[in-house]
């Protein structure tokens, strides 16, 4: 029943991403200045809480990533623990710039994204196209899909979402520090 949650939540990060993708085409593509102002204050909506949000996917993440493997007992590949290194900093990050009200938390949060989403991009590949990866354990095989919802939805199409989401989120908040001199 969880991972049906989850899944679902994933579907809607997936609608999420894909509205964002088709709004910022659609600014970079025409003309209209009062299509470019809506578009621009939705794109201000998303900045103004990134880091709550952002928060709140990343620690929905490590718990239901944390329930998967100590309650249902799905034991976890190599490529898993990869992207559960990159995942599980991110709430901390957050939650401490949140605590402390920083603003330089983008370039943390997404410098981790970054490196998570090519080894969750190559996980979902090798476990949808049944490749064999010599790099696995023999514990648990990378290519064996343990968890799949509405025929798509896997655990690493789950990380890549949320990389996805999260790299997205930074972006629209971005504001790159300036060096002192």
């Known amino acids: 029943m969880i991972v049906k949650v989850l899944a679902a ?5 997936n ?10 085409l659609f600014k970079r593509l025409t003309g209209f200045e009062e299509a470019e102002k809506r578009i621009s204050e939705a794109f201000d909506f998303f900045t103004a809480g990134f880091e709550e949000l952002a ?6 993440s490590v718990l239901g990533s ?8 799905i034991p976890a590949c190599e490529f898993c623990w990869y992207q559960r290194i990159l995942i599980f900093p991110l709430p901390v990050i957050l939650g401490v710039s949140l605590f402390m009200d920083r603003d330089d938390v983008a370039d943390y949060v997404i410098s981790l994204a970054v490196l998570g989403l090519p080894v969750s991009i190559y996980h979902y590949i090798v476990q949808m196209s049944q490749l064999s990866t010599g790099s696995c354990s023999t514990a648990v095989s990378c290519s064996s899909v343990q968890v799949q919802e509405f025929g798509f939805v896997t655990i690493p199409w789950m990380s890549l ?9 930074a972006l629209l908040s971005y504001r790159p520090q300036s060096k002192a001199s």
Request: hydrophobic content about 70%; glycine content about 6%.
């Open 15 to 24: 609608a999420f991403l894909l509205a964002l993708g088709l709004l910022y």
């Open 55 to 60: 928060f709140l996917l990343t620690s929905v």
């Open 66 to 73: 944390l329930y998967m493997s100590e309650v249902l007992e």
């Open 9 to 13: 939540g994933i579907l809607v990060l």
């Open 161 to 169: 979402t949320l990389f996805l989401t999260v790299i997205a989120l």
